[in-house]
């Protein structure tokens, strides 16, 4: 089974350029996550998506970050302008079920973004 | 909102050691408690879950008990492998997965 794809795998930009991170899920999976995971820290829930709706993104700075999942299967992510305090991994993952009681989380392997 | 603390890193045991990793947990009702961790060049993955008290979740030789009272979700091994190095993430979920800030573990041989 192929797991969650992710690209590109290392971004490196200056402040205020934009950024596009692109996510496929694993077939079948209806939810989908988009985590923002700052050094030295745990990810954080930017923004859940089941099928194309968005379920939670109060947690998405939304005057600089947009995300969309057109057809319910695969991500983007935007960033612009980026600023320094940006520079993280972004992590996609999906799941079959939605909520965070029951369901198992499968993470692909990130995006690294440094802005400079 | 929900919080996790767990053990600061880094951790460094020689194989064979015995593990804890101390998590202690914040949340409204009763979440689901979880281990993920991610090793190195990988993405993050579930190691173990509970989901109600006194649950006990285990994998690989890890354990982790759901103590209410306590509000914990340690992670143990009886005996570390080089295999397991890596980072350990203790993760709660109500609403959402609320994540630690992680524990990176070395095991050297």
């Known amino acids: 089974e192929a797991g969650v794809a992710q690209s590109p795998r290392y971004k490196i930009i200056e402040k205020r350029q934009s950024v596009a991170f692109w996510c496929n899920p694993i077939?079948?999976?209806?939810?989908l996550y988009w985590y923002q995971q700052i050094l030295g820290q745990g990810p954080k829930l930017l923004i859940q998506f089941q099928n194309n709706g968005v379920v939670d993104d109060s947690q998405l700075p939304k005057d600089r970050f947009s995300a969309e999942r057109l057809k319910g299967v695969d991500s983007t992510l935007k960033i612009q302008p980026a600023k320094l305090e940006d520079s993280a991994v972004y992590l996609c993952?999906?799941?079959?079920?939605?909520?965070?009681?029951?369901?198992?989380?499968?993470f692909g392997e990130g995006s690294r973004l440094t802005v400079l | 909102g929900d919080s996790v603390t767990q053990m600061e890193g880094p951790v460094t045991l020689s194989e064979e050691a015995f593990l804890t990793i101390n998590c202690t947990y914040t949340?409204?009702?009763?979440?689901?408690l979880f281990w993920y961790v991610q090793y190195p060049g990988e993405g993050l993955q579930l190691l173990l879950k509970a989901t109600k008290a006194d649950d006990k979740g285990s994998n690989k030789g890890f354990e982790a008990t759901y103590r209410k009272e306590t509000t914990s979700f340690h992670l143990e091994k009886g005996s570390v492998q080089v295999s397991d190095s890596a980072v350990y993430f203790c993760v709660c979920g109500s609403e959402k997965l609320v994540f630690g800030k992680g524990t990176k573990l070395t095991v050297n041989p």
């Open positions: 993952a999906s799941s079959l079920t939605q909520g965070a009681r029951s369901g198992e989380l499968f």
């Open positions: 949340a409204t009702g009763y979440p689901s």
């Open positions: 077939s079948g999976h209806a939810t």
